[in-house]
T-cell receptor, first 114, second 111 residues
Framework: EPEVTQTPSHQVTQMGQEVILRCVPISNHLYFYWYRQILGQKVEFLVSFYNNEISEKSEIFDDQFSVERPDGSNFTLKIRSTKLEDSAMYFCASKGVMRDTEAFFGQGTRLTVV | AQKVTQAQTEISVVEKEDVTLDCVYETRDTTYYLFWYKQPPSGELVFLIR??????QNEISGRYSWNFQKSTSSFNFTITASQVVDSAVYFC????????FGTGTRLTVIP
């Protein structure tokens, strides 16, 4: 069964450091997403990506965040200067062409900023 | 504006009881899609079901059933004869332009 893979599963970083969270979406999918979930809270939309550009982003996705699809297979989320409040689980998801197709989620990367 | 509302933050039931998780959504689109996801304690998001706006037929899958009513913009999820392994956070979600999640309902099934 196809799956979305995320690496690393857990990352600890010092405040102010840059982190890159990596995702490999399902190969024939065209829509890609990043979500964030602060421990015990709701899943929050960060950004959607289609046709090699951001299609929508939330208020959370400020200038500290960026996304890239550098090589046609990976989909990365970069946080330039991490803050304590960036500590969360970050989920990557991908979806096929049709609107009603299931969004497949990765297992998540738990980011801990210390 | 809140697209998906799950009014129940936490529910506790005793094993073997039935439980219904409520979901109310808001969209101006005539074509949209609704989902339920389960998040067990291990943290991953597990897809349970999707339903498109043209199909109001209720669905049953084992102990799970879903009641979609466009008239009340609701897409409720019932677990029959709950089990301890059902303990998780359950998220309702809507796709119109993007995928929007509700705030989740934490279900605890007590042995």
């Amino acid at each position: 069964e196809p799956e979305v893979t995320q690496t690393p599963s857990h990352q600890v970083t010092q405040m102010g450091q840059e982190v890159i969270l990596r995702c490999v979406p399902i190969s024939n999918h065209l829509y890609f997403y990043w979500y964030r979930q602060i421990l015990g809270q709701k899943v929050e939309f960060l950004v959607s990506f289609y046709n090699n550009e951001i299609s929508e982003k939330s208020e959370i996705f400020d200038d500290q965040f960026s996304v890239e699809r550098p090589d046609g297979s990976n989909f990365t989320l970069k946080i330039r200067s991490t803050k304590l409040e960036d500590s969360a689980m970050y989920f990557c998801a991908s979806k096929g062409v049709m609107r009603d197709t299931e969004a497949f989620f990765g297992q998540g990367t738990r980011l801990t900023v210390v | 504006a809140q697209k998906v509302t799950q009014a129940q933050t936490e529910i506790s039931v005793v094993e073997k009881e039935d439980v219904t998780l409520d979901c109310v959504y808001e969209t101006r689109d005539t074509t949209y899609y609704l989902f339920w996801y389960k998040q067990p304690p291990s943290g991953e998001l597990v897809f349970l079901i999707r339903r498109n706006s043209f199909d109001e037929q209720n669905e049953i899958s084992g102990r799970y059933s879903w009641n979609f009513q466009k008239s009340t913009s609701s897409f409720n999820f019932t677990i029959t004869a709950s089990q301890v392994v059902d303990s998780a956070v359950y998220f309702c979600a809507l796709i119109d332009d993007n995928l929007f999640f509700g705030t989740g309902t934490r279900l605890t099934v007590i042995p």
